[in-house]
């Protein structure tokens, strides 16, 4: 007998849980129609099962007990969405283990435990789908594995934390401090409570890890990504950037140097009439790269219930289509055949070579700008232009250089002895930059 309908289990019943089953209900008859059968949630675990969600579910389908949707019969599908390493990541082994296919969004999990979940599908040959993990609702996961699937990649750059680019939006346009930036994004409900993985740069240091795992067909270890966030940033440093022409962006980039990935996180400038710069809000915009095709920009909204869940259900509707066909696996989840995965080398910050933005704040006499030139000369760093604001005598001033490319090593030297130089007050503020022509 056929299969007359695909039943799907949702462990978190949160944000994009409710999204999730908002999305399946709403647009219940155009899912019918692209899977071949009606696609319905059988089971939902969540912890507190008395809250009203927003989302009414059929009497009897929820739970708190995970385990139990994973164990149902009528579940074909398990939509993990809780969140966090454990139990996300035994619940997940779990389902495999029972041979049901897994949607995940589950970005932290993947990018540092990827390698176990990614090998026990493979054993399986169950399908994995975690098109939701990077980019919300954006379908960069899909693109990369299918549909530039002919391509090297050369680069893979982007804004892919939406409340990190909310923060610098603001602080941009309405030259606010990081802090009080900060409460505003709490406010709208875009930051979470403890914001830590997102203005740290590790949310988006996990989205990358999968993005260059997925490109490059390595594992890649987290730690291996060069990771610095916003806090640090001072308003000052993003309107010095919009009088040299640059916007302040929190970017996650990857370049291959053949046999070797540059993979990084953080703060850069970028030319203010560049795409990525025009970036708001939560949006976030990713570069891709290919040899073949050349450059492909994905925009969208980056975060949010209904986003996040569009990406979640396209994952359901693919695993649905091929559990109908009877297949599993044709697309295995690292997007390289499994067999086919070679260990990359992770380039350290240190060898990678770059344009910067170097901000110090100097005493305002004779001799100091001689004085900072001959220790970047000295470490063979060319400078492209000087900027000095305010006069006043004795007191510190800031003082903005502009560096043509030159290697983070002689960089992080040169402000090493910079920041010990009798005339500097505090230490340099280091910005790298990406996107000028030439650079
Ligand atoms: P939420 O915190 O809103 O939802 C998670 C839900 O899971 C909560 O209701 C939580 O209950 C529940 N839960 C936690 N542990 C268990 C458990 N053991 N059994 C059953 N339920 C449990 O998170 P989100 O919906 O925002 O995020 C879900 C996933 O999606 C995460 O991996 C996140 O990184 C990812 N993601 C989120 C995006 C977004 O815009 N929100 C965008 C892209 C990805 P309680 O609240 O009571 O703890
Ligand atoms: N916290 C993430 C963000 C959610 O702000 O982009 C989407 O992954």
Redesign the pocket.
């Known amino acids: 007998m056929g299969v007359s309908r695909i039943g799907i289990g949702l462990?978190?019943?949160?944000?994009?849980?409710t999204g999730v089953a908002a999305v399946l209900q709403r647009n219940a008859d155009v899912i019918e129609r692209r899977v071949g059968v009606p696609v319905a949630i059988m089971r939902v675990?969540?912890?507190?099962i008395e809250k009203d969600r927003g989302v009414p579910l059929p009497y009897g389908v929820l739970t708190t007990d995970?385990a139990s949707v994973i164990r149902d019969p009528s579940v074909d599908i398990v939509v993990e969405?809780?969140?966090g390493y454990e139990?996300a990541k035994q619940l997940i082994l779990s389902a495999i283990q029972q041979g049901k296919p897994v949607v995940t969004?589950?970005?932290?999990l993947l990018a540092v435990h990827g390698e176990d979940i990614f090998a026990a599908a493979v054993r399986a040959n169950v399908d994995l789908g975690f098109e939701?993990?990077v980019g919300?609702g954006i379908p960069i996961i899909r693109t990369m594995m299918e549909g530039l699937a002919a391509n090297h990649f050369t680069s893979i750059f982007g804004i892919m934390n939406g409340t990190s680019n909310y923060i610098l939006t603001k602080m941009t346009e309405e030259e606010k401090s990081f802090s009080d930036t900060l409460k505003d994004a709490q406010q709208a409900g875009y930051a979470e409570a403890d914001p830590t993985f997102d203005i740290e740069g590790i949310d988006a240091a996990h989205k990358l890890a999968i993005l260059v795992s997925l490109a490059y067909g390595t594992p890649v270890n987290v730690k291996d990504v060069y990771t610095e966030g916003i806090r640090q940033l001072a308003p000052l440093d993003i309107q010095f950037a919009k009088e040299f022409g640059f916007t302040v962006k929190l970017l996650g980039i990857a370049k291959d140097h053949g046999g070797e990935i540059e993979a990084r996180v953080h703060p850069t400038l970028v030319p203010s009439s560049s795409p990525l710069a025009k970036v708001g809000g939560v949006y976030n915009a990713i570069h891709v790269v290919g040899d073949m095709v050349e450059d492909i920009v994905l925009y969208g909204k980056g975060?949010?219930s209904l986003p996040?869940a569009s990406a979640v259900v396209s994952d359901i509707i693919d695993v649905a289509r091929n559990r109908l066909k009877g297949i599993a696996g044709r697309v295995p989840p690292t997007a390289f055949q499994w067999t086919s995965r070679r260990p990359l080398r992770i380039r350290p910050i240190e060898e990678i070579t770059s344009m910067y933005y170097l901000r110090m704040m100097v005493r305002d006499q004779p001799g100091v700008l001689s004085a900072i030139a001959g220790v970047l000369g000295a470490n063979g760093i060319s400078i492209s232009s000087v900027l000095q604001k305010g006069r006043e005598e004795g007191q510190t001033v800031p003082l903005v250089i502009m560096t043509h490319r030159s290697s983070e090593r002689a960089i992080q030297e040169a402000i090493r002895h910079i920041n010990a130089l009798w005339c500097v007050s505090e230490p340099a503020v280091l910005l790298r930059i990406e996107g000028v022509e030439g650079s």
Request: glycine share 24%; hydrophobic share 45%; proline share 4%.
């Open positions: 462990i978190g019943f949160g944000t994009v849980g675990a969540d912890l507190d995970a969405l809780i969140g139990p969004a589950n970005k932290a939701a993990s919300g975060a949010g996040t």
